[in-house]
């Protein structure tokens, strides 16, 4: 499949879009900001909506906002490297806002190979089975586009394999990534600089040393150039929600996050914050972790396997290390670390490797670290 982009969804007005679930009906939205509920269970957890009296106005234009702000969160964020490149690719402009952000996604119906959300249009006739990323790629070249920035042409698009390839638009982060099929499987490459690159080959070695899943990065290339690959952890079966929706969640069902997480999986969590000290992670926001979702039920099942660790070994000139992004109280790495330990355990199931460490200040550094969760003195 292509994309096609329609550049006149949105700008001329609309009548109807209806948020899918593979080929359930979720809720449909107007341009008034009127909506329907179809399934409340399979709601996004980042998407808000009320059926509301049509003289109600500000409900209604809470719904139009938050459907915006949903389909943007579908899009790349336009800090990601090579953005302009890849909205060129598609024929679409860099966009600001969630309005123009939301035109983006929807006119590639806000597919995403991190869950099985999709947009329909009004009396559009297509089935989730036409358009699901893990049954259809799009162009090879756009990983060539994602991970090296190169421009495309009207000329080389039209010459473009339908089969090697998924260009994600909607996956997050600023390095760039390309979704890769191969073998009837999707991985995905990232790129940055090399330090980026080996530092998350190392800090995923180090995490399969202790009882927690992780992703698997493996060394790799694309034309000759060192990146990291892993495994596709969704499918038709099971999703992705960032914590960032969860996040959403809480807020609109006044519940707290902080307990709702502990709830839901607190040994996960616990061994994400002492993983993350240990390896002096520093980029634990809000959209590197979350939940892993049945689509059969749309529940919440688990905190997802720990991945993204290409910004490892920073913030490692000190035994605190940075501070700690998964928990709404000031806490530093080493604090959580601790409380994890506490809490949890250590759980190491394999020793590391003294040898995989490039640099000796890094593997001091870690090595004191180990002692600190171990009890002992620094």
Not at 78 to 88: G, S
Not at 276 to 281: A, E
Not at 345 to 367: K, R, T, V, Y
Request: proline share 2%; net charge negative.
């Amino acid at each position: 499949m292509s994309i096609q982009i329609n550049n006149n969804v949105l700008s001329k007005g609309w009548k109807r879009f209806t948020v899918m679930h593979k080929d359930r009906r979720i809720a449909s939205i107007r341009e008034d900001g009127s909506c329907t509920i179809y399934s409340p269970k399979f709601m996004p957890y980042n998407l808000y909506l009320e059926t509301t009296e049509e003289n109600d106005l500000d409900v209604r234009l809470n719904n139009r906002e938050n459907f915006y702000h949903w389909c943007a969160s579908r899009v790349l964020t336009l800090d990601r490297k090579y953005a302009k490149e890849i909205l060129n690719s598609i024929g679409a402009k860099q966009a600001v806002t969630d309005r123009e952000r939301a035109k983006i996604a929807i006119s590639y119906h806000g597919l995403s190979l991190t869950d099985v959300y999709w947009i329909k249009q009004d009396h559009e006739k297509v089935f989730f089975s036409d358009l699901s990323l893990f049954r259809h790629s799009l162009s090879g070249a756009f990983a060539d586009v994602s991970l090296n920035g190169k421009s495309l042409t009207v000329q080389n698009t039209e010459l473009l394999a339908p089969n090697e390839a998924a260009g994600d638009i909607g996956t997050q982060g600023v390095a760039p990534k390309a979704w890769i099929r191969k073998n009837g499987c999707f991985y995905l490459l990232k790129d940055g600089d090399e330090r980026d690159v080996k530092a998350e080959l190392l800090a995923s070695k180090i995490a399969r040393c202790f009882r927690v899943e992780s992703v698997a990065y493996e060394p790799s290339t694309f034309e000759d150039k060192p990146v990291s690959r892993s495994r596709i952890i969704t499918s038709e079966d099971a999703s992705l929600v960032s914590m960032e929706a969860v996040d959403i969640y809480c807020v609109n069902h006044e519940l707290d996050r902080d307990a709702f997480v502990l709830k839901k999986d607190a040994y996960a969590y616990h061994m994400m914050n002492l993983v993350d000290y240990l390896v002096g992670n520093t980029d634990r926001h809000w959209g590197n972790w979350g939940f892993l979702v049945s689509n059969d039920t749309n529940r919440l099942e688990k905190l997802y396997p720990l991945m993204d660790f290409n910004k490892s070994f920073l913030a490692y000139d000190s035994i605190d290390g940075a501070r700690c992004q998964t928990s709404s109280r000031k806490l530093s790495q080493r604090e959580a670390a601790i409380e994890a330990v506490c809490a949890v355990g250590l759980n190491q199931i394999a020793e590391i490797n003294p040898e995989w460490f490039e640099d000796a200040a890094q593997w001091q550094m870690f090595c004191k670290r180990l002692a600190v969760v171990h009890g002992e003195s620094e």
